[in-house]
């Protein structure tokens, strides 16, 4: 029996599409996958100039289409809800490329005063200076200042669903009917919520981002970046910061991140349990003197997050502990099981510990700044081997609990 085409799997829930969607069994060989196609460009059409007919679906040059990076893109799209996607290089190279298509010089722009720190270094150093444009950092989860914030010439809110590092959630909806009604565009960085946790594009946004870096590849030996939503404005993106600007996704990437996305839900399940039993027990460690995590019926941002999220609450705790900076170093150094590394949604679990400096986009909360911030990320281990780890180091760095 020969496998099915991509086409008759078109009614699958989003689970099962994770596994089957944009994977093309190979006419050549047969091979029932999608091959790594190690070309950087394809056999033109008998007449070229058909490739600048609007609609045109084959395939010229790599920086602009590969066979990778459609398939990717295809599943990619349909897993978010959105009719199009562009894959990138890298998450930023995707942020970029959405921020570059929506804003022009003299745009306003309204950006979360907590988001991943190269958003914040666009915002502050490159975009004002290089685009004029004008940009306010607000607490994102005060809708007031939100809609305070907006200006005439206001074109883009931007925020993360679950932030990073101080994990507030955002009112997604609320965002979208603030930046509508300002006739701006709302784009939702959803790399802490994949699907099936969050499909921003389904409560309002008009471009959702992840880095692919993350959980969609799941084994921190790729990165990749994507923009997804209405096809119009995913093709702008794709014109304008890819073709042009280059960042395009390399084909090996596309095909590690379409190979570690098929277990995508299974993984994000277990790093969200993980993250919920460790996060219980660092809030009953009297030596930690602050947990965030928004699965936590205590955290303030509980509500926010079971009204968006399905499936979990992510598999991020930050969390901050007693003791000097050298204590919480040597806590952070003699974990056995844990890596000290940044990053987030591998297969192993991974810390970072930051002091931050005061600035427009880290707004934390007081404990983080007067202790540090504690990145912890899960990976698949068991919970019981982090629980033990992080228990043993912390009696090492700052004494047994009393
Ligand atoms: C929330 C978030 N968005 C975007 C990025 C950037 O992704 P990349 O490292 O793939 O460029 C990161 C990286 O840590 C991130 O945490």
């Not at 930023?92 to 950006?111: E, R, S, Y």
């Not at 009917?177 to 099936?196: Q, Y």
């Not at 923009?227 to 390399?250: C, F, K, Y």
Request: glycine share 10%; with cysteine; charged share 20%.
């Amino acid at each position: 029996m020969t496998r099915p085409d991509k086409h008759d799997f078109d009614s699958l829930t989003g689970n099962s599409w994770s596994v089957h969607g944009g994977n093309h069994a190979d006419e050549t060989t047969g091979a029932i996958r999608t091959p790594i196609v190690m070309a950087n460009s394809y056999r033109l059409p008998q007449d070229p100039s058909d490739i600048d007919e609007p609609g045109y679906q084959g395939l010229v040059y790599t920086r602009e289409h590969g066979a990778n990076q459609r398939g990717l893109e295809e599943k990619l799209a349909k897993l978010d809800h959105g009719e199009a996607a562009a894959v990138f290089g890298t998450g930023m190279a995707a942020l970029h490329g959405a921020f570059f298509t929506i804003l022009n010089p003299g745009d306003h722009a309204i950006v979360s005063n907590v988001v991943y720190m190269r958003v914040a270094g666009l915002f502050t150093d490159v975009f004002p200076q290089k685009l004029g444009i004008e940009v306010d950092f607000v607490d994102i989860t005060d809708l007031d200042q939100v809609r305070a914030a907006v200006r005439q010439n206001t074109k883009l809110v931007h925020t993360e669903v679950i932030a990073n590092p101080d994990l507030r959630v955002a009112d997604i909806p609320a965002l979208a009917g603030i930046a509508h009604e300002a006739d701006a565009l709302l784009t939702v960085d959803s790399t802490f919520t994949p699907p099936p946790m969050m499909r921003p594009l389904d409560h309002g946004a008009d471009l959702v981002i992840h880095s692919l870096t993350k959980y969609y590849n799941g084994h921190g030996d790729a990165m990749g970046g994507v923009v997804i939503g209405n096809r119009d404005l995913v093709e702008q993106t794709r014109t304008g910061a890819m073709w042009h600007a280059g960042g395009a996704i390399s084909p090996f990437n596309a095909w590690l991140i379409m190979r570690g996305s098929t277990t995508l839900p299974l993984r994000l399940e277990r790093q969200c349990q993980n993250a919920l039993a460790v996060a219980e027990f660092l809030a009953a460690d009297p030596r930690v003197v602050h947990v965030a995590y928004p699965g936590l019926p205590g955290d303030d941002q509980h509500q926010a997050a079971i009204e968006q999220l399905t499936n979990g609450f992510g598999g991020v705790v930050s969390f901050a502990i007693g003791g000097t900076h050298h204590d919480r170093l040597r806590f952070v150094n003699d974990l056995r099981v844990i890596t000290s590394a940044v990053s987030l949604g591998h297969d192993e679990t991974l810390i970072a510990y930051e002091e931050y400096p005061e600035g427009p986009a880290n707004a934390f909360a007081q404990p983080f700044r007067d202790h540090g911030l504690i990145r912890l990320a899960m990976g698949l281990e068991a919970k019981e081997d982090l629980i033990a780890d992080l228990e043993t180091s912390l009696t090492t760095a700052l004494g047994p609990a009393t």
